[in-house]
């Protein structure tokens, strides 16, 4: 391995006069940068004052300051694992959280209401899935479902296609409701399962 000189200026270097080996050394205000220039190329390293790094090291990563708050950003951890975002959101499983929940559905025309427990609900959630058990018996020929299925949720209005099993899903700050229908009897007072999904930090 080819030894390196090191010089250290107070001046910007000339690359041109550097012989592959040479690594220059300088100071830009609080900022020191290092050159090496090796097969003719020229290869820079920003160092970090010891403080600055220490502080690092007890994050347990190293990476942009802003990468929490929605903006562009980049983050290694400590294991080698990393994260970059290009966009103005960015998600990741890093910051996903979910909360599942299950009850009896209300009558006709009422709300059910559960407590979700998220901080800053409508700046942090993602989706609310809802599922509600069905009475309607199979019957093959009109399309209906089989009898005690339970119709999958996802949207905010589910299964528009039977006015006898619509319901809604909508939440706040602090509840998510759950809204049967004026004409839905087959999910009135019927079993639900409801999954929360939402992020640590607010998305706007």
Known sequence: MAKVEHFLENKPSNFSK???GDMVTQSYGDKVVSYLK???????LKWDRVSESDEAADKGHIGSENFLINARGWRVYN?????FATVKSRISINSLNWSFFTGTAANKQLFSTIPHGVTNGKKRIL???TNIQS???PNPSSG??????????AGN?????????EFASLYDDTNV???????????????YTCAVFYADYDLY
């Open 157 to 165: 209005i589910q299964d528009e296609s039977d006015e006898d099993r």
């Open 135 to 137: 009475d309607t018996s």
């Open 144 to 153: 209906t479902i089989p009898t005690d299925s339970f119709l999958a949720g």
């Open 38 to 44: 090796s097969n003719n190329q020229v290869y820079s």
């Open 18 to 20: 550097m012989n592959n």
């Open 127 to 129: 989706a609310v899935s």
């Open 79 to 83: 294991d080698g694992d990393s994260e």
């Open 177 to 191: 409701y759950i809204f049967i229908d004026s004409t839905s009897d087959d999910v009135a007072g019927n079993r």
